[in-house]
């Protein structure tokens, strides 16, 4: 998959230190940095942006891949989500040294068999337990990319 990026003019660079000045290096001479590491490195970020920001970069996207979105059956909005929480409000706080854009896509319909959640894609209908009126989103890979590659 890398030799295909590159074929299409991706330039790809590999490192082991993910120190702000490891990223200042690879982000030297690049204007937007768009993010899509896993879950687990989802913290690397604050050495990330402090490395975009040394090296100039103008925009910031933090990864909105890779994320699990359970860490409990009862409450899935924590976890992770305070982790990307905290990435944001440390963009905040930098607020006039690089610009951001956050997406929030949802549950990952790639990943996830639509069938778990009372879907049904064929005939374009849901059935969802509970009282209603919690909102849900919904998205897939392609579209995250569509999305990054218009903001962009």
Same mark, same amino acid.
């Given at each position: /998959?890398? /030799? @295909? &990026?590159?074929? &299409?003019? $991706?330039?790809?660079? !590999?490192? $082991?230190?993910?120190?702000? +000045?490891?990223?200042?290096?690879?982000?030297?001479?690049?204007?937007?940095?768009?993010?899509?590491?896993?879950?687990?490195?989802?913290?690397?970020?604050?050495?990330? =942006?402090?490395?975009? =920001?040394?090296?100039?970069?103008?925009?910031? =996207?933090?990864? @909105?891949?890779?994320?699990?979105?359970? *860490?409990? +059956?009862? #409450?899935?909005?924590?976890?992770?989500?305070?982790?990307?929480?905290?990435? #944001?409000?440390?963009? /905040? @706080?930098?607020?006039?040294? =690089? $610009?951001? !854009? $956050?997406?929030?896509?949802?549950?990952?319909?790639?990943? &996830?068999?639509?069938?778990?959640?009372?879907?049904?894609?064929? %005939? %374009?209908?849901? *059935?969802?337990?509970? %009282?209603?009126? *919690?909102?849900?989103?919904?998205?897939?890979?392609?579209?995250?990319?569509?999305?990054?590659? @218009?903001?962009?």
């Amino acid at each position: /998959r890398l /030799r @295909e &990026l590159q074929s &299409l003019g $991706a330039q790809v660079s !590999t490192y $082991a230190d993910a120190s702000s +000045s490891a990223f200042a290096s690879a982000f030297c001479d690049i204007d937007v940095v768009v993010s899509a590491i896993g879950f687990a490195a989802v913290p690397s970020q604050f050495a990330m =942006i402090d490395g975009a =920001i040394q090296a100039g970069v103008k925009w910031f =996207i933090p990864s @909105e891949f890779g994320v699990e979105y359970c *860490t409990s +059956s009862w #409450l899935p909005f924590d976890g992770p989500l305070a982790a990307k929480r905290d990435v #944001l409000m440390y963009l /905040r @706080e930098k607020q006039g040294m =690089i $610009a951001h !854009t $956050a997406i929030y896509t949802g549950l990952a319909l790639d990943y &996830l068999d639509p069938r778990m959640l009372g879907l049904k894609l064929s %005939r %374009r209908s849901a *059935t969802l337990v509970g %009282r209603g009126g *919690t909102p849900m989103s919904c998205t897939c890979q392609q579209d995250v990319i569509r999305v990054i590659a @218009e903001v962009v």
